[in-house]
């Protein structure tokens, strides 16, 4: 990595991230093997082996650009922001500020007034849980929760519900791992205050129809959170069209930096919330008598944010927007059909799921071998999967399991790289007998 030398050029977006083209860009079609270039950790070995990252769904590496950028915002940008009257300050701000326009356009959102920046997908969830939740439930309410949801989409809710007398309701999913729409519709009422959904399962994969049963909750007036962590890397998101009332995201999972992550909400909702945090940043005018806050999104930042990974942010939107996200789209799901195949035909493993819409996460557990060791097997040959509850507990419950095994896709993973894992899980199989 070099990093530019101090006063080698004035840091705004466009000389700070220099390099975000990336191989593929929009039109032509996607060449992940280009696209691996980007990714300097790709091309390390592990115990002897070429990497072969299959850990997506827990987070994404890292592109050079990205990397890049944070050596550069450290070498020649790096001021506190919004609060300095002096000249880095004003381009330390200017950057922050570009970042949170960015994320805007990545999500389809109105205004960059409308997003909040986080530490990743469980805080924003938190932040609307003591924030929202505290004004707008009380004894009675009800939260449908599906049952697929990670921890980070259930425990907020729990805590909020018991200090507010309100209730969070499971909705049940079906044998292939989508949730039961029937059953959804039933539990459906008045009382629901709020449905708190993923756009994507870290542990089936399943993508659920948002669209019909966001329109559907309206109908009831319920407010709906979608919980985007692990839809945001997979395909294009659109909150308008969605017409979701929140929606969040970590930019660990999305190519960027960790500890950093956003909340999405309607104008209407995020003035209506009482402050979360208090601290500076976030107020107006401070007084023993009585202080008042600064205006959304702002309210909601207190303290001094991770600036740099803002810009790291801004640069993974600007490298994943150079690319052609429907060629992306149809290359991860051709990647994982063929993965899904070549798995089936592993004796003795069993795939959990099997949602027609989902992304390239496959859940499997190894007859006669924990899960466990099957992880620490693979890892021998430079492969890295994950085993273990994955954080959706109940999830897994609902098939019987306390823990199972994932190898979670990207866009640079290739189909070399599913005979790697299909040959290394054959030999252990062979081995268990
Ligand atoms: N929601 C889903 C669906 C996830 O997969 C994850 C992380 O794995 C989270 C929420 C929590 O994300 P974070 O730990 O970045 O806050």
Do not use: C
């Given at each position: 990595m070099t990093t530019p030398e101090v006063g080698s050029r004035v840091p705004s977006a466009d000389t700070l991230l220099t390099?975000?083209?990336?191989?593929?860009?929009?039109?032509?079609?996607?060449?992940?093997?280009?696209?691996?270039?980007?990714?300097?950790?790709?091309?390390?070995p592990v115990n002897g082996h070429p990497l072969v990252w299959l850990d997506n769904g827990a987070t994404t590496q890292k592109p050079r650009q990205v990397i890049e950028a944070l050596g550069a915002y450290y070498g020649v940008?790096?001021?506190?922001?919004?609060?300095?009257?002096?000249?880095?300050?004003?381009?330390?701000?200017?950057?922050?500020?570009?970042?949170?326009?960015?994320?805007?356009?990545?999500?389809?959102?109105?205004?960059?007034?409308?997003?909040?920046?986080?530490?990743?997908?469980?805080?924003?969830?938190?932040?609307?849980?003591?924030?929202?939740?505290?004004?707008?439930?009380?004894?009675?309410?009800?939260?449908?929760?599906?049952?697929l949801e990670h921890h980070s989409n259930i425990v907020p809710w729990q805590l909020i519900a018991k200090e507010r007398g309100a209730r969070v309701v499971p909705v049940p999913l079906l044998a292939d791992g989508t949730i039961d729409q029937d059953a959804y519709a039933d539990l459906l009422s008045y009382r629901t205050q709020l449905v708190a959904v993923s756009h994507a399962s870290n542990v089936l994969g399943t993508v659920p129809p948002l669209r019909e049963m966001i329109a559907l909750a309206h109908r009831y007036s319920a407010t709906v959170l979608v919980d985007g962590a692990q839809a945001v890397a997979h395909f294009p998101v659109d909150v308008q069209e969605l017409d979701a009332d929140f929606y969040v995201f970590s930019g660990h999972k999305l190519f960027a930096p960790t500890g950093i992550g956003a909340l999405y909400?309607?104008?209407?909702?995020?003035?209506?919330?009482?402050?979360?945090?208090?601290?500076?940043?976030?107020?107006?005018?401070?007084?023993?008598?009585?202080?008042?806050?600064?205006?959304?999104?702002?309210?909601?930042?207190?303290?001094?944010?991770?600036?740099?990974?803002?810009?790291?942010?801004?640069?993974?939107?600007?490298?994943?927007?150079?690319?052609?996200?429907?060629?992306?789209?149809?290359?991860?799901?051709?990647?994982?059909?063929?993965?899904?195949?070549?798995?089936?035909?592993?004796?003795?493993?069993?795939?959990?799921?099997?949602?027609?819409?989902?992304?390239?996460?496959?859940?499997?557990t190894l007859a006669g071998v924990d899960p466990s060791t099957v992880a620490e097997w693979l890892d021998r040959d430079g492969i890295a999967i994950r085993a273990g509850h994955h954080c959706a507990q109940p999830a897994l419950r609902h098939f019987g399991l306390e823990s199972a095994a994932r190898?979670?896709?990207?866009?640079?993973?290739?189909?070399?790289?599913?005979?790697?894992?299909?040959?290394?899980?054959?030999?252990?199989?062979?081995?268990?007998?």
């Open positions: 390099g975000t083209t990336s191989p593929g860009a929009v039109g032509a079609p996607f060449d992940a093997e280009a696209v691996r270039h980007d990714f300097p950790v790709l091309h390390r940008a790096n001021s506190n922001i919004h609060r300095g009257a002096h000249t880095m300050a004003r381009e330390a701000t200017a950057l922050f500020e570009e970042s949170r326009t960015a994320v805007a356009a990545f999500l389809g959102a109105p205004s960059p007034e409308e997003i909040v920046f986080t530490r990743g997908t469980t805080e924003a969830i938190n932040l609307v849980a003591q924030s929202w939740g505290r004004d707008n439930l009380g004894p009675g309410d009800e939260i449908l929760v599906p049952v909400g309607k104008p209407e909702l995020l003035a209506g919330m009482r402050p979360w945090q208090g601290g500076g940043n976030m107020i107006e005018s401070v007084d023993f008598g009585e202080t008042t806050y600064a205006p959304v999104p702002h309210r909601f930042e207190a303290g001094t944010g991770h600036i740099a990974g803002v810009v790291g942010l801004l640069s993974a939107l600007k490298w994943l927007g150079a690319l052609d996200r429907d060629a992306v789209v149809a290359y991860e799901t051709a990647l994982m059909d063929y993965a899904q195949q070549a798995l089936s035909a592993v004796p003795g493993l069993e795939l959990l799921g099997s949602a027609p819409e989902r992304i390239a996460v496959l859940t499997f190898a979670s896709f990207a866009l640079y993973n290739t189909p070399e790289e599913v005979d790697t894992l299909v040959s290394s899980l054959s030999r252990l199989r062979q081995q268990a007998g």
